[in-house]
Structures are given as C-alpha cells and as structure tokens.
C-alpha cells in the first residue's frame, strides 16, 4: 500500500513559485493499477517523482509497504524517524521501478546492457544477470533482440526495453509517467496489455500517469483526477466515468465518448441539434443498474413520445455496461415529462439540455432539470 | 628519398637532423601536455556538469569558483600566458625552458578550453537518462560513469579532437620559450635564415598531423553513435523462464 498524506511541492522560479502538488493525500493499494489523469501543468508529474524521491517533496508523509514512511521534515526526508542518506533514497529507489514517455533507454547500450543496468554493482554474478535478463526480455517479448541498440528498435519496442529495465530489479510498485504518450495507438494498446500482464501476473502495484481518459479507460482500476496541484476527484473508474462531479472530470470523461462530441455541436447550434417548439434535447446515462433492460422502448410504448437519437455510445468498463445517448424528445408536454420521470425512477439520469418549450428557436442555454 | 630531399628543399636537408629532433620535441610536448591536460579538463568539465544548478551534485559556490578561474584562464591569449607562467614553471619544475618547461603552460594553456568542451559534451547528454538512472538508484558515481561519460563519448571523442588540434598549434608557439618543437624550427632555420622550402614543410607535415588527427575523430565519433565502439554480444540462448 502506498500511502500519501498531506503532501506539498513547490518549485521556486527566478519569478513565480509553482505549487505543483498541493495538500494532496491518496491511497492507493496493493496490486492496482492506479490512474492519475490531469492536464499538463496539473502536478501529476511531480506526484510521482515525489514518490521515489527523484523530486524531494517540501512537506507531508508517504508511507509504502517494504519501504516504511517517509516523512518531510524542512523538506528533508526521514526514513522512520531517521534522517535518510543519499544512499538509503538509492536503494529506496531500487524498489520502486519508473518508465518514461520518451524511454530513456542508453543508446549507447545494447538491449540487454539497458536492462542489465540495474542489477551491475548490486553482487549479482554475471550469470545470474544473464538468466535475469534473458527472462525479462522473454517476458516483454524481445528475447530476439539481445544485442540490438535502441535506434535500431521502434517506440512501442523501446518502451518494452525501458519496461523490462523497470521490472529487473524485482519492484514491488512501477511508476509510469506517461508512458504511452508518444506511442501510436497501435503500440500504445500492446503496452498498455503488457502493462495490465505485468500488473496481475506479477501483482506489482502500477501508478499509472496520464493526460488520456483512453488509456485509463482501457486498464485502471482506480483513477483521481488531478488539476493544480490537488485531487479534486477519486473513485473507481467506473464510478467517474458514470457519474463525473467535477467539471474537469466530465470533460476528460468526455474526450473519450462519442458523447464528447455534443458539446462541439452545441458550440456550433448545428442543425442536427435544434428543437422545435415542444421538443427537448436530452442526454440519458445508463448505467449498470439500468443497462440490459428495455426501459427506453418500454417508457416510449407507455407514454407515446419520440426519440430521435443523435449520439449514442455503449460499453463495457471492467465487465460493467454503461452507456449513454443524446437524443430530441417529442411528444405531448405531460406525457414527455411523465416519461423522463419514469426513467429516472429506474436509475437512468436524464438531464434535459435544450428545452423547445421556453425557447422556441433551440438556443436555450442549457437547463438542468435533473 | 634522400636525394629527392635534397633537390626539392635543400635547406631542409642541410638541417635534417634538426628537424627530426623538433619533430619529436613537438611529439613529446603534445603527448604529455595533451594526456595531463586531459585527465585535468576532463576532471573539470564532469565537477561543472555535476556541480551546476540543475546539476546532480549541485554546489554554486564550487561551480563559480571553478567557472571564474577556467574564465580568466581562457581569457589570456596563450603567448602572454608562457611568460606569465615562468615564474610557477621555474618553480614546479626547475626550469622554464625546453620541453620540460613548455609542459606546464601547455597544461595551463589547454586545461580551461577543454574542460569547458567536455562541460558542453556532457551537458547534451539527455537528462531523461540521467533521471532514469537515478530511478534506478544510480548514486553520483554511477551517474557520471555509467551515464555521463558513457552516452557523451561521441561528443567526447569531438571535442578531444578539436583540442588536439588546438594543442598542436600551442605547441608551435611553446617555441617561444625555447622549448623547441616544429614551430621555433621553422621560425628560428626557416624565416629567420630565409629558408621557405623549411617553412613549407613544416607548414605541409602541421597540415597532414591536423588532417590526420580530424579523420581519426570523425571516424571514431561516428563509430560510436548510438552503438559502443566494440560489438558486444551476450548469449540469449537460456531460455528465460516465467518471471
């Protein structure tokens, strides 16, 4: 368990002092893959440098299971209530492995030099460094590249070396700045698999940072959103993509839902979008207490009115459906209104954005109802 | 050979004995001035990249300290510098002429460009390796060894080249001191003695040393690219098992 509490870093500027992270305080468990997504500048970065002291934080405590807790004291750390040497933040860091967006591979080293990197000068024999390496490289799936130099090798193969390098050591946690982030969508998949076998065949706890709700989407069990400096919101992935609080939330939420393009067709009053006296454009959210059952045929069937669809999107996030769809509603008022009840009643969340009936001509701002 | 030496530049022969020894004068010079002057500058190049603000030892007051004095050093012309330096070199190593006196203000004159050209090598080196291997628990040693000096060793193996070079030319003007070499030869048996077949010579044999040494860095420095200088191969053949 890695255990974070009320930690502060901020960097000093020649003319403004940056608070990276602020009071942030975060658990995150054994054996996850723990997310933390924010845009660029919002200290996630700086979180998980702090983790393995590559950046001192100013103050706060950060406890980790094998390691012990970690507490700032005038911004230098103390290992349980000793002050910690340079040597002891070295081989703290040993237990901790780190990739990175660009690599950070030697180029100067073959392949197998790269991932030997971190157990030459540790008294292990070069036998065993060997057997150690070569299984790595079987486990990342290069074992054809041994002595090959990283130029020779494409994105998605060098992260799978930097990978490799990361897990020799035997790391209990494997930090991951970004490390799809400079991948083609192809690459980024296979190291995002190889990422999720490493977490749950290895169990080795995995801090996941990144400005891509996809990649979250696809193997976080659990994400905090991050933006300046503090986490504004924490919970399973499931329960942030259903059900986002904040505003910066539901706007990562929705750069990977073809729901995300509703706001574009706002901005722009398309035509696809604009009701006529009576309609409404709504947005209804299923999720998995509601999905697998025909509530929108039955509550069109019992109360007579009309869905247009105009954006829908479905899917499955850890085994759980969720789904959701933009549509016009027509009908008589009541019965509209009766209807959405309805669905509501039965756990969908129907929020009304455009309502023809106070504004005629479909530029209504958008108003709540639900 | 000998008679065509005799022919084409006669002067030359006449003083061939003379030039052999300035040859190997100049030869002496460089190497032992270039070997203490690089272990030195290259000392001083890794203690500023390390000692620097955003360094992985940083220390101001030992980076200013070391930057003024490489400064000031830099800053006087070379020749001014032999003179000045005979008073230290009489002292340190008994004499302030010949060979053995030309070493130290060769040193001296060498030490501050070339530390400041290894500072700039090892400052390309991407700091993404450097913060990767500190992940991996790399102390300041490991750091400098295994990733510093390791990465830059192409632009290592450059900026050597250019200060070999320009060691070379140093040690033509040494000559002002007496130390000998191919340029006193050439002032002293060539322009003073109006002799331009010597001066041409020794002009010709400077040009192929400096196209010689300028190849073999190239060379080198491409060689060492993105790859090490030897093949290294390790044996994948144990199969790895599960992890």
Known sequence: MIEIRELNKTFHLENSDVEAVRDLSLTIDDGVI???????????????????????????????????????????????????TAREQNNMRRGIGMIFQHFN?????????????????????????????????????LEDKTNVYPSQLSGGQKQRVAIARALAAEPRILLSDEATSALDPEATEAILSLLQAVNRQLGVTIVLITHEMAVIKSIADRVAVMENGRVVEEGTVYDIFADPQKEITRKFVSTSSLLGKLDKLLEENAELIRVKPGEMLVRLMFRKDCVGEHLLTTAARKYGFDLNIILANSEYLHGSPIGGMVGIISGEQDHIEEGLEFLRQNHVSAEVIRDGRTDAAGHAESVPVS | MEELMQQVTPNLYLYRDKFYKSCLATVEMFWKAGLIAGVIGLMLGILLVITKKDGIAPKPAVYQTT????????SVPFIILLIFLIPLTRAVVGTAIN?????????????????????????????????????????????????????????????????????????????????????????????????????????????????VLQSLGNGLSRRTTNRGLLPRRHSAKEKGGQV
């Not at chain 1, 919002?42 to 970690?70: M, W």
């Not at chain 2, 930057?67 to 830099?74: A, G, K, M, Q």
């Open chain 1, 34 to 84: 723990y997310g933390v997504i924010g845009s660029s500048g919002a200290g996630k970065s700086t979180l998980v440098r702090c983790l393995n002291l590559l950046e001192i934080p100013d103050s706060g405590t950060i406890r980790i299971d094998g390691v012990g807790e970690i507490e700032l004291r005038n911004g230098k750390p103390w290992l349980n209530g000793k002050r910690m």
């Open chain 2, 67 to 74: 930057n003024l004095i490489i400064n000031v050093f830099r």
């Open chain 1, 105 to 141: 591979l030697l180029d100067r080293c073959t392949v197998f030099e790269n991932v030997a990197y971190p157990l030459q000068h540790t008294g292990r024999s070069r036998k065993q460094i060997e057997k150690r390496v070569c299984e790595l490289l079987t486990l990342v799936g």
């Open chain 2, 99 to 211: 060979v053995k006196g030309a070493i130290l203000p060769l040193v001296f004159g060498t030490v501050p460009f070339y530390s400041r050209q290894v500072e700039v090598a090892l400052s390309g080196v991407d700091p993404g390796k450097v913060e990767a291997a500190r992940s991996m628990g790399s102390g300041t040693a490991g750091l400098i060894f295994r990733v510093y000096l390791r990465e830059a060793v192409p632009d290592l193996i450059r900026v050597t080249t250019v200060t070999a070079i320009s060691l070379i030319g140093l040690t033509t003007m040494a000559g002002a001191v007496g130390a000998g070499g191919i340029g006193s030869f050439a002032i002293n048996y060539g322009q003073n003695q109006n002799h331009p077949d010597i001066v041409n010579v020794c002009v010709i044999v400077l040009l192929i040393v400096t196209f």
